[in-house]
């Protein structure tokens, strides 16, 4: 397994990917079907992403495949540019292997190079495999957004989690 920073050319397979785990994922913030970003827009968010120094996206890739991704948005403004806010969507197949402790690693990494110093998430309460990756991978629980999605008519709580980086 490679784990890398993304490409620009990267952008119409990570959009597939991105569609692919929100299709067989329970708790991602999008239902299956309901993202309709093209290969075009994702581009040119990668190519805008390129331009801030503090958000990246990095993907796992086995045998020529993406199979995993964690982006990670840095703040826009003076306050908040410390912090970036995480995303990560792993191929249904590919979960319990260690790619999310892997990405987690390189982020980690990057984080201390570029200065972020609060990395933070949301994670569904119900999410337990979600919630021990990210346990596992140093962060803690801040809070509880109570009735913060509903997932097929039904109210579920996202945790807010954070890992303050030390250098």
């Given amino acids: 397994m490679l784990i890398r920073e993304i490409e620009i050319e990267d952008a119409e397979n990570l959009i597939n990917l991105i569609k692919e785990v929100e299709g067989k994922s329970n708790f991602m913030l999008m239902e299956a079907g309901e993202r309709k970003t093209t290969h075009e827009q994702q581009r040119k968010h990668l190519e805008r992403l390129g331009q801030q120094n503090n958000s ?5 890739e086995q045998e020529g495949n993406l199979i995993g991704y964690l982006i990670a948005v840095g703040g826009s403004v003076k ?5 970036a806010y995480i995303v990560v969507g792993i191929l249904e197949q590919n979960r319990g292997q260690g790619v999310g402790t892997v990405l987690f690693k390189y ?12 990395l933070e998430l949301t ?4 999410n337990e495999a979600g919630v021990a990756l990210y346990k596992k991978s140093g962060f ?8 913060s ?8 709580d ?5 890992k303050l980086i030390t250098f």
């Fill in 140 to 147: 803690e629980i801040e809070g509880t957004k109570r009735n």
């Fill in 56 to 60: 990246t996206i990095f993907v796992a």
């Fill in 79 to 83: 306050r908040t540019k410390h912090s």
């Fill in 158 to 162: 996202e945790y807010y989690m954070s």
């Fill in 107 to 118: 982020i980690d990494e990057w984080a201390k190079s570029h200065h972020i110093t609060r």
């Fill in 149 to 156: 999605l509903m997932i097929d008519g039904t109210f579920y």
């Fill in 123 to 126: 994670a569904v309460t119900k």
